[in-house]
């Protein structure tokens, strides 16, 4: 691999403890993403694709193996600083949307900036701007329950884009939409993932996991397969695969 | 998250719980309320106290017989007497150039009564100089005679109220009214005035001094008021006093002497403290209200939880979760608190305009004390909540 991977993880482990029974979550993952790329994570409920999320966007800590974000070692932050660099790199987008619900469409957006103590002259043009580019610019002042479940998704990937993250982690975004509005919030991730961002979703959806370049397969908390990887060692060995 | 933000923030979310919050606003204001109401009513004493004292004149000393050995403690009312104090004390008073009055008083209680109504009150024997410095005025009538220092004469002033029990709707003036074995003539009304300084004047017969002696077959005065030209001589004035009354009692200034602002500073004293108590008691609704405060932040934790888990995953730290749920407590206390105060300030207000006689007012110390206390209970109750909150995993909230 290069160096050049903003993500680099190696040896992650990590195990719940499910009654009696300890649960191995993740087993020696080894992964890293390069800028830009366009990755599906798939595999069955209960495989680990989650947690690996979680782990990648720092709300979850690994039992053991290390974890480089941009060239920084998150292992020995603490909560405060994981959470910077939460605000500074990563975005998020949730099946199940999570907006706030007593706040507008344009207040849900500027919240990430509201946290980052940005002015909110700035962050509320920066919100109605991005909105408008994602077809929302009559919607700023609904409230969520007066929107759409595609309009509620858009909303929510304007929140996840507003601090120019460098990577979009995308946890079954077509999840709660029709095909129409699923097919929408796909193109415009993808739209932004041409851009430059980074862009890992998790999916059930095997058609919407197929439109990565970069397909990843887990099982019973091991990544089973990896087109990225076999690509890669299939140049290394000179195999075509 | 700035300052402004953070109220923002916490605002719109009280908003979404209308009732509830309403419910917190309302206990914080009660509480402030009843904190600054009930000490209104205890400075409100004192301030009457201080106008009741200024009425009179800052020019007045009181003598007392008796002494007490141990200075600096509140004034004693009754002083532990070996040596009575006599009129001819009194009269020996008269020789001090800067005195301009001086009434020798007893007091004491007697039947009165006018044939078969009768009533237990108290009688003060006294001269003129008393109604000077008591600034005591006839309604109808003349005064006590002159030479009441001298002679005892049977007449008497009685006050309105034993005037309306014993005569009822006649004239008292001319009567012969029966204090205990005598018979006096009323020979004056006193103005209606009220309580002075604990004695209801109302209820009150006076007669000479001499009199009240044969009366209460005694000699010895209740005290002596004194009355100075002005009121910068009253350090040379209790000297001289203590030199005369010495000369008089075989060497031994036997009397305690107790001016106007002695008395004055040591009834403030008890009243701030009477007051600073009752603000305490009322402060127990505040803490209240703390309570209350608490009760619902948790219940907000628990109902904000994917809230707190999606801020988390915005880049919210634990700390600024923390802070969220603070500063919410915060605006909810500031609008709570600044009710009450509106509410009191405004009742205190009302109670003047339509009752100017009844004294109350807000006394800054408790406004002060109210604000900062519900701040702090605020503060402290929050925070076991919003540390709950801090703690809320991101993953657990946000799976639902």
Not at chain 1, 4 to 32: C, D, R, W
Not at chain 2, 201 to 225: E, K, N, T
Request: one cysteine or more; proline letters at 3%; aromatic letters at 6%.
């Amino acid at each position: 691999m290069t160096d050049s991977a903003m993500i680099k993880i190696s040896n992650f482990n990590k195990t719940y403890q499910v009654g009696e029974q300890p649960l191995h979550a993740l087993k020696n993952i080894q992964l890293n993403i390069k800028q830009g790329e366009y990755l599906s994570l798939m595999g069955p409920s209960g495989s680990g694709k989650s947690t690996l999320l979680n782990m990648i966007g720092l709300l979850d800590r690994p039992d053991t193996g290390q974890y480089q974000l941009q060239g920084e070692n998150t292992e020995l932050l603490t909560e405060e600083q994981r959470a910077q660099l939460r605000r500074k790199h990563i975005g998020f987008v949730f099946q199940s949307f999570h907006l706030i619900s007593r706040l507008t469409a344009l207040e849900n957006v500027e919240l990430p900036m509201m946290l980052a103590g940005v002015k909110p002259k700035f962050r509320r043009e920066k919100a109605s701007e991005l909105l408008s580019e994602l077809g929302l610019g009559n919607h700023l002042g609904q409230l969520p329950k007066q929107l759409s479940g595609g309009q509620l998704q858009r909303v929510g990937i304007a929140r996840a884009l507003i601090t120019e993250p460098k990577i979009l982690l995308a946890d079954e975004p077509t999840g709660n939409l029709d095909q129409r509005s699923g097919q929408e919030v796909t193109d415009i991730l993808e739209r932004y993932n041409r851009n430059g961002i980074t862009l890992l979703v998790v999916t059930h959806d095997i058609a919407l996991g197929q439109r990565a370049q970069r397909r990843l397969n887990m099982l019973d908390g091991e990544i089973v397969s990896d087109t990225g990887l076999q690509a890669n060692t299939a140049k290394y060995y000179g195999v075509n695969l | 998250m700035n300052l402004a933000d953070h109220w923002l923030f916490s605002y719109q979310a009280l908003a979404r719980h209308r009732l509830r919050s309403a419910m917190i606003l309302l206990a914080i204001a009660m509480g402030v309320s009843s904190v600054l109401l009930l000490t209104s009513i205890g400075e409100g004493a004192r301030l009457f106290i201080e106008q009741e004292f200024s009425g009179l004149g800052s020019k007045m000393l009181i003598v007392l017989p008796g002494k007490k050995e141990t200075t600096g403690s509140a004034p004693p009312i009754y002083g532990t007497t070996p040596r009575d104090l006599t009129i001819e004390d009194a009269h020996a008073l008269k020789t001090i150039h800067s005195i301009s009055h001086v009434a020798p008083i007893i007091a004491g209680t007697a039947t009165v009564s006018n044939q078969s109504l009768s009533r237990d009150i108290i009688i003060l024997g006294t001269n003129i100089d008393m109604f000077t410095i008591r600034n005591l005025t006839l309604k109808q009538g003349s005064m006590l005679p002159k030479n009441s220092e001298s002679r005892a004469t049977q007449v008497c002033i009685i006050g309105a109220k034993l005037a309306k029990e014993l005569f009822k709707n006649n004239s008292p003036l001319g009567q012969w009214l029966r204090i205990g074995e005598y018979k006096y003539r009323v020979i004056g009304l006193l103005e209606q005035r009220g309580e002075s300084l604990g004695l209801d004047l109302r209820d009150m017969a006076i007669i000479p001094v001499r009199s009240a002696q044969i009366l209460f077959d005694s000699p010895a005065l209740f005290r002596i008021l004194l009355q100075l030209k002005q009121s910068e001589y009253e350090t040379s004035t209790i000297v001289q006093v203590n030199k005369v009354i010495s000369q008089r009692h075989e060497g031994k200034a036997d009397i305690t002497i107790i001016s106007q602002d002695a008395m004055l500073s040591a009834f403030n004293k008890i009243i701030v403290a009477v007051t600073a108590s009752i603000g305490a008691i009322a402060a127990i609704s505040l803490f209240v209200a703390g309570i209350l405060i608490m009760n619902v932040s948790y219940i907000s934790v628990s109902q904000r939880r994917e809230e707190i888990g999606l801020l988390k995953s915005l880049g919210a730290s634990a700390k600024e979760v923390r802070q969220i749920f603070v500063i919410s407590s915060l605006v909810i206390t500031s609008f709570g608190t600044l009710a009450g105060l509106v509410f009191s300030y405004s009742i205190v207000f009302i109670i003047h305009a339509n009752f100017p006689n009844i004294p109350l007012a807000i006394p800054w110390w408790s406004t002060l004390s109210a604000i900062f206390m519900s701040f702090i209970i605020a503060l402290l109750f929050s925070w076991l909540p919003a540390n709950k909150a801090a703690t809320v995993d991101p993953i657990l909230a946000l799976r639902g």
